[in-house]
DNA sequence: GAGTGTAGAGAATCATCGTTCTCATTGCAA
DNA sequence: TTGCAATGAGAACGATGATTCTCTACACTC
């Protein structure tokens, strides 16, 4: 196996179990064991913990972009984009291991001691909203509304975990559709 | 001092700490000089650093209940009870220490290994959508505008961390609105 | 086939953490 | 004053974590 596949195994591996149980519950020798690897290979590709822990995120923020961007591309109007975003959370939400967004466990987690935790997690949510802004101002509507339609995203997130039941999706796509109107004057 | 004043002092500093810079980032020595109390007094008030930080949570959900119900109590119709929940969010962004819901990066920090931190998160969560949702009934509107406002008020509250900035409360409070008006068919 | 370098397995190291223990001190009761 | 219980200060302990080191085995070069 040629090293960046080792590197991108062992990085697969470390996001599953740092979103199942948290980034300081796993440690170097429970991600070794997972990842089948070696110690002394864990430190070759990556040069602390930290590392892979910015690596995991930054495969992460890839993964949510490319995934929303597909639901987004099965529909044909900017509204029917924006709703898109809802129903990859509806799916998401149903997964067995769902636990929230991996950027704010992240950033609960860690942020407090890790400015480099801080900035990855505030460019991916910034990210994400400047795709939503992109996607109002198609539609005539202003940038607040993209905003607005962040917060039920992220709502929905948080609450869709912590309640362990999917609806949070619904309940911010019906609020999203009618932020959405009211913008445009519906 | 008498012991309750000793462990509220010391749920008090621990609540400061942990919301500063994560829980497990915090050592029951650092607790102890910042407390300024022995470890064996620490030990004698609670038997593990477990019970501390259910105790910083169940604090720190009275604290909430109480803040949110007394901005409530300022205003006179439902509604405007329900916008004071976005009005208190406003202010509290606005603290210099502010970092995101303390009960949100509980559960992504510990949440993943402590059930007994999911359950005590999960019915912070519940109880101030279920005050909302005693609002939303007094004003004649569904149930679903007290779950979609209490999405925009967890929205805000990540999002204004990440961000760094409190103008997420202006954002969901204007959302709220308009679903307010909404559901009211207005 | 001998020699060299690379990597795996896991022991060793060093720090830190939660928790307990020791012991000297203090406040108080008889 | 003497004896006793309670407490503070902090050392000790056992576990665990991240990181490095050792040593062995194997693959590849000449």
Redesign the interface.
């Given at each position: 196996m040629t090293t960046e596949k080792i590197a991108d195994r062992i990085v697969a591996t470390a996001d599953r179990l740092y979103y199942?149980?948290?980034f300081?519950?796993v440690g170097m020798a429970e991600l070794r064991d997972a990842a089948g690897v070696s110690l002394r290979r864990l430190y070759m590709e990556f040069p602390a913990k930290d590392a892979i822990v910015r690596a995991v995120l930054e495969k992460r923020h890839r993964e949510w972009s490319e995934s929303v961007e597909a639901r987004m591309a099965e529909v044909d109007t900017p509204r029917d984009r924006l709703l898109a975003v809802y129903d990859y959370l509806a799916d998401w939400f149903c997964d067995h291991d769902f636990?929230?967004?991996g950027?704010?466990?992240?950033?609960?987690?860690?942020?407090?001691?890790d400015p480099e935790v801080?900035r990855i997690?505030?460019e991916h949510?910034?990210s994400f909203q400047r795709r939503l802004a992109e996607i109002t101002t198609a539609l005539g509507a202003p940038p607040?509304l993209a905003?607005?339609l962040?917060?039920?995203?992220?709502?929905?997130q948080?609450?869709a975990?912590?309640?362990?039941t999917a609806?949070?999706a619904g309940?911010?796509r019906?609020?999203a559709e009618?932020?959405i109107d009211?913008a445009l004057g519906v």
């Amino acid at each position: 196996m040629t090293t960046e596949k080792i590197a991108d195994r062992i990085v697969a591996t470390a996001d599953r179990l740092y979103y199942e149980r948290g980034f300081t519950a796993v440690g170097m020798a429970e991600l070794r064991d997972a990842a089948g690897v070696s110690l002394r290979r864990l430190y070759m590709e990556f040069p602390a913990k930290d590392a892979i822990v910015r690596a995991v995120l930054e495969k992460r923020h890839r993964e949510w972009s490319e995934s929303v961007e597909a639901r987004m591309a099965e529909v044909d109007t900017p509204r029917d984009r924006l709703l898109a975003v809802y129903d990859y959370l509806a799916d998401w939400f149903c997964d067995h291991d769902f636990r929230g967004c991996g950027f704010i466990n992240a950033f609960g987690e860690l942020g407090g001691e890790d400015p480099e935790v801080r900035r990855i997690v505030r460019e991916h949510k910034e990210s994400f909203q400047r795709r939503l802004a992109e996607i109002t101002t198609a539609l005539g509507a202003p940038p607040l509304l993209a905003a607005q339609l962040a917060l039920l995203a992220e709502g929905a997130q948080t609450t869709a975990a912590i309640a362990e039941t999917a609806e949070a999706a619904g309940q911010a796509r019906a609020a999203a559709e009618v932020l959405i109107d009211h913008a445009l004057g519906v």
